[in-house]
């Protein structure tokens, strides 16, 4: 048998994400009927129910948004062999299984703090691009390369998706700035004169004596006046040590002689 979309030649084909403009056909406890011109029932199950007056706000009864005749805007949520499921809650247009290391995006920047920049990527939640990764040249503070609103090309460093967080890059897609040639000493040529190296001389300034060395020389030129006199008292000293001892002798020598 086949399935009631084969039987209609001109059903339009689903797929999750698709925006429809729907009309609701009819409400109930759990949900809302929508006709999307498709020959399988829409269905529109509260929990996807989003009050545009509120939000954020949890819709506990259909009647507090729809009724019927309402017109609604709807995107696919699944489609499924016997019904498709709709929501009134804008898929995300970057899914977290989507997201692989490499990948080039285009976002917006939402953020600034002192160690980043967030990039609104479409995601559940933004990226964050480092301080040091903005650029080549060196940031102190992200304001400095982009501001609240710029659109940016970045490329996913990596992805946590246990934490949720995803690391983004802006310097990976930038060329990287050329390095200044370093210039080589080239050996001079033979036969080229050497070039004359002035050296300066230091004329050597000798300090004027103090008076502790001033003092110091005059007690040294007198030790040396006075060397020949000291040397000649030391001769006599000697002299006179010789001749007692050799007077010392001869008086024992007597002595033994006359007890003899």
């Given at each position: 048998?086949?399935?009631p979309?084969?039987?209609?030649t001109n059903t339009?084909?689903?797929?999750?994400?698709?925006?429809i403009?729907?009309?609701?056909?009819?409400?109930?406890?759990q949900g809302?009927?929508?006709?999307?011109?498709?020959?399988?029932p829409?269905f529109?199950?509260?929990?996807?129910v989003?009050?545009?007056?509120?939000?954020?706000a949890q819709?506990?009864t259909i009647?507090e948004?729809?009724?019927?005749?309402?017109?609604?805007i709807v995107?696919?949520?699944?489609?499924?062999k016997?019904?498709?499921?709709?929501?009134?809650?804008?898929?995300?247009?970057?899914e977290w299984?989507?997201?692989?290391?490499?990948?080039?995006?285009?976002?917006?920047?939402?953020?600034?703090?002192n160690?980043?920049?967030f990039?609104?990527?479409?995601?559940?939640?933004?990226?964050?691009v480092?301080v040091s990764?903005?650029s080549h040249?060196y940031?102190?503070?992200p304001?400095?390369?982009?501001k609240?609103?710029?659109e940016?090309?970045?490329?996913?460093l990596?992805?946590?998706k246990?934490?949720?967080q995803?690391k983004l890059?802006m310097?990976a897609?930038?060329e990287?700035?050329?390095?200044?040639?370093?210039?080589?000493?080239?050996?001079?040529?033979k036969g080229?004169?050497?070039?004359?190296?002035?050296v300066?001389?230091v004329?050597?300034v000798i300090?004027?004596?103090?008076?502790m060395e001033?003092?110091l020389?005059?007690?040294m030129?007198?030790?040396?006046?006075r060397l020949p006199e000291?040397?000649n008292?030391?001769?006599k000293?000697?002299?006179?040590?010789?001749d007692?001892?050799?007077?010392?002798?001869?008086t024992?020598?007597?002595?033994?002689?006359d007890?003899?």
């Amino acid at each position: 048998m086949e399935s009631p979309v084969e039987q209609t030649t001109n059903t339009p084909a689903f797929k999750p994400k698709q925006k429809i403009d729907g009309k609701v056909l009819k409400t109930s406890i759990q949900g809302a009927l929508i006709d999307i011109s498709s020959p399988l029932p829409a269905f529109l199950h509260i929990s996807q129910v989003v009050n545009p007056a509120n939000p954020d706000a949890q819709v506990k009864t259909i009647d507090e948004v729809l009724k019927a005749g309402d017109p609604v805007i709807v995107w696919v949520k699944r489609v499924l062999k016997d019904h498709i499921e709709l929501t009134m809650k804008e898929p995300l247009g970057l899914e977290w299984r989507d997201i692989v290391p490499d990948m080039v995006l285009h976002g917006k920047v939402v953020r600034l703090e002192n160690f980043g920049a967030f990039v609104e990527l479409g995601a559940e939640r933004p990226g964050l691009v480092h301080v040091s990764e903005l650029s080549h040249n060196y940031v102190r503070v992200p304001s400095e390369v982009v501001k609240i609103g710029d659109e940016v090309d970045v490329k996913v460093l990596e992805v946590d998706k246990r934490k949720r967080q995803i690391k983004l890059s802006m310097k990976a897609l930038q060329e990287p700035p050329e390095e200044a040639p370093v210039e080589s000493k080239k050996p001079a040529r033979k036969g080229k004169a050497k070039k004359e190296v002035e050296v300066e001389v230091v004329e050597e300034v000798i300090p004027d004596p103090t008076f502790m060395e001033i003092a110091l020389r005059q007690a040294m030129d007198k030790a040396e006046m006075r060397l020949p006199e000291i040397k000649n008292r030391v001769r006599k000293a000697k002299n006179f040590a010789s001749d007692a001892d050799e007077l010392y002798e001869r008086t024992m020598k007597n002595k033994i002689n006359d007890k003899d």
